[in-house]
Every structure is written in C-alpha cells, then in structure tokens.
C-alpha cells in the first residue's frame, strides 16, 4: 500500500460535495464494522455508514458552509496503521485547525479504526 495514495483517497472523501461519489470512497476505505473515534470532542461513530453520514454532515455544515478546505501532509505507514497530519484552511489559506488522523488498517487496506485528534 503507498500511504500518500491512501491518504489522497481519503482527503476526497472529505472534500467532494458528491454524495455517490463519497459512498463509492467511503466503500472503498472504510471497512463495514469501522470505528471513528473523535477527541477531544469525545464522540465516536460506528459502522461505514454512520461514519461516512458524519463526514457528509460535517463537511456541509462546518467545512462548505464556511469556504474552508482540508489539507494534508505526508502520511506515515506502520504495519497495518497510518498516521495522517491534516489542517483545514481558511478561504484566504491560512490555518484554522489542525490535526492527526491514526488509522487502523485490516487486511484488505480498509480502516478499522480511525482517531481524530483535533488541535
């Protein structure tokens, strides 16, 4: 698996405004039975569907709505896990918010697990 295309596949899922497009990538990333765990803001999310309706939600509330736009740095693979720094910019390009995605990963390269720390 080459992480940086890995993590340029699930940046589309945040950015598109396509709802089939992100059900075509969350089915390719996301296992059935994944978790997305969220801190600090203590929220967790399970099952490809809720989690992919959430990223759908957040994106059309807090990320569209407000002219913003994720960024991601270099991704970093360690066995089955995948570390991810992000940001999200402003509409002027500077950072509003950043943080680390920690994937867990099963045999098939879906995530398991997702732990979104926000900075």
Request: no cysteine; glycine share 8%; net charge negative.
């Amino acid at each position: 698996m080459n992480a940086n295309e890995f993590a340029q596949t699930y940046l589309s899922v945040w950015k598109t405004t396509d709802d089939g497009e992100r059900s075509v990538l969350a089915k390719k990333l996301f296992a059935e039975d994944a978790v997305h765990h969220i801190s600090p803001a203590g929220v967790s999310f399970t099952g490809r569907e809720d989690v992919e309706a959430n990223i759908a939600r957040v994106h059309k509330e807090q990320i569209a709505a407000h002219g913003l736009q994720f960024r991601v740095g270099d991704a970093v693979l360690n066995g089955n896990a995948v570390q991810l720094p992000w940001e999200i910019a402003g509409p002027a390009g500077d950072t509003v918010k950043s943080g680390t995605d920690f994937f867990v990963l099963d045999e098939d390269d879906r995530i398991t697990a997702l732990y979104m720390f926000q900075g």
